[in-house]
């Protein structure tokens, strides 16, 4: 059984906000571990009014994102695996996100300096995601 780490009482935070091709607003949330302030520590994911089950969807994301992180999981697998997922309202314009999971793994990229190859920028030094 895996075991989570404890959050701590405070964490720094950045929100981030997109503005959706449906019309809706998603707001992406990264806390970043303590112990270096770089590393995402858990993500938070609201979209739309309370009550929809497309805010209950995306806070089951954002909640089994911050739970894979908290038992150590690497933040550019969660990237590789949300990125470029596409909803049927999604944008041709490449700056924009596909749908909300290809938002979250943007957020995550641009938190870490990620790339598509899985490279996260660690403090100083690089390391890949790869296993192996």
């Known amino acids: 059984m895996l075991h989570p780490v404890e959050r701590p009482k405070e964490l720094i935070s950045r929100t981030h906000r997109f503005k959706m ?3 809706k607003t998603l707001y992406v949330t990264v806390s970043f571990r303590p112990d270096n302030g770089v ?3 858990e993500v938070f994911v609201t979209l739309g009014k309370v009550g929809s089950c497309d805010r209950a969807m995306i806070e089951a994301l ?3 994102i911050s739970y894979y992180l908290r038992v150590g999981g690497h933040p550019a697998d969660i990237a590789r695996t949300l990125r470029n997922i596409r909803c049927p309202a999604s944008s041709p314009n490449p700056n924009m996100p596909t749908s909300c999971p ?4 943007r ?3 641009e938190e870490l300096g990620a790339d598509a190859k899985g490279v996260v920028r660690n403090g100083s030094e690089l390391e890949t995601a790869e296993k192996g």
Do not use: L, Q, S, T
């Open 39 to 41: 590393n995402p520590f």
């Open 102 to 105: 290809d938002a979250i793994a």
């Open 21 to 23: 091709p449906c019309g």
């Open 107 to 109: 957020v995550i990229e």
């Open 62 to 64: 954002g909640r089994a």
